[in-house]
C-alpha cells in the first residue's frame, strides 16, 4: 500500500479514537471502508498529559494487518520510543520539534532504517522551526489543538490554523518540494473539504468526523467529499 503516500486527500483514522474492547473488530471495519492507513500517537504523559497506548498493542496490530501505520511521537526522550516504532515496523515516524534535541540527526536516523520521517509542531511553535529541515521531511504534520488535550470540550482548533496550514503550503511549494502536510486535532468534514482539494495531504480523523460506532457510513462520507473536490 506503499502508493497511498502519494495520492491526495488521505485519511489516517485515530487509533486512541477507536473502541479498545473491539480493536480487531475496529480495524478490520477501517480496511473495509477502502481506508488504508492507521494514525497511531504515542504519548508519555509528560510532553502530553495522556498515556492511553502502550508498544505492546502496536505490536499486536502490526501482526494483524497491512495498513500503514502512520505514528506520531509526542513524547520526551524520543530515542527509545523511535528505536521501538522501527522495530515493530511502521511506515512513518513523525516527531515533535519542541522535544527533539537534534531533529536533523534524528530524521537521518530514521530515514537510515527506510522509513518515512516527519516532524510535528505544536499550534504556536513557528512554521520557522522547520525552515532548514523541511527539505528531509517527508511529511510536517501540524497540531490544531494542543497535544493530548482531546478529551476537553473547551480545546477547540486555533484561530489561526488557516494561516498557518497555508503558510506551510507556500513554502512547500515555492522550494518545489513533495514533502506532505498532515493536519490533525478536531478535523472535520469542513476541514477536509476546506483543504483536500491541493492544500493538505493528510487528515487525521478522530471522533469529529469518523464515528467509531458507524466506521462504514461516516468513512463512505468522507470519500464523497475527496471524490467532489479532487
Known amino acids: 500500500m506503499k502508493e497511498i503516500w502519494n495520492e491526495k486527500c488521505v485519511f489516517s483514522p485515530s487509533l486512541i479514537c477507536l473502541d479498545f474492547l473491539h480493536l480487531e473488530d475496529q ?8 481506508i488504508k492507513m492507521l494514525h497511531i500517537d504515542i504519548l508519555d ?12 498493542v502496536v505490536k499486536q496490530l502490526r501482526n494483524i494487518t497491512n495498513l500503514e501505520f502512520d505514528c506520531h511521537l509526542m513524547t520526551e526522550g524520543m530515542d527509545y520510543y523511535v528505536d521501538e516504532l522501527l522495530n515493530i515496523g511502521v511506515q512513518q515516524i513523525v516527531f515533535h520539534a519542541e522535544t527533539a534535541s537534534h531533529i ?4 537521518n536516523k530514521i530515514h537510515a532504517a527506510g522509513v ?5 509542531l505544536k499550534p504556536s511553535t513557528p512554521l520557522s522551526t522547520v525552515e532548514y529541515i523541511l527539505d528531509k521531511c517527508d511529511t510536517v504534520l501540524l497540531m490544531l489543538i494542543n497535544p493530548g488535550y482531546a478529551s476537553s470540550a473547551k480545546e477547540a482548533q486555533v484561530d489561526y490554523a488557516d494561516r498557518k496550514i497555508r503558510g506551510l503550503r507556500e ?3 515555492k522550494r518545489g518540494l513533495q514533502t506532505k502536510i ?9 476541514n477536509i473539504e476546506c483543504y483536500g482539494a491541493g492544500v ?9 468526523c469518523l464515528s467509531r460506532q458507524d466506521i462504514k457510513g461516516s468513512a463512505a462520507r468522507l470519500f464523497e467529499i475527496r471524490n467532489h473536490i479532487i
Open 27 to 34: 480495524i478490520r471495519q477501517i480496511e473495509n471502508a477502502g
Open 45 to 56: 504523559g509528560h510532553f502530553s498529559p495522556s498515556m492511553p497506548l502502550g508498544f505492546e
Open 104 to 107: 536533523d540527526g534524528l530524521t
Open 116 to 120: 518515512r520521517s516527519g516532524v510535528a
Open 171 to 173: 513554502m512547500i511549494d
Open 182 to 190: 498532515e493536519i490533525d486535532g478536531r478535523i472535520s468534514q469542513k
Open 200 to 208: 493538505v495531504d493528510i487528515f487525521v480523523c478522530g471522533t469529529t
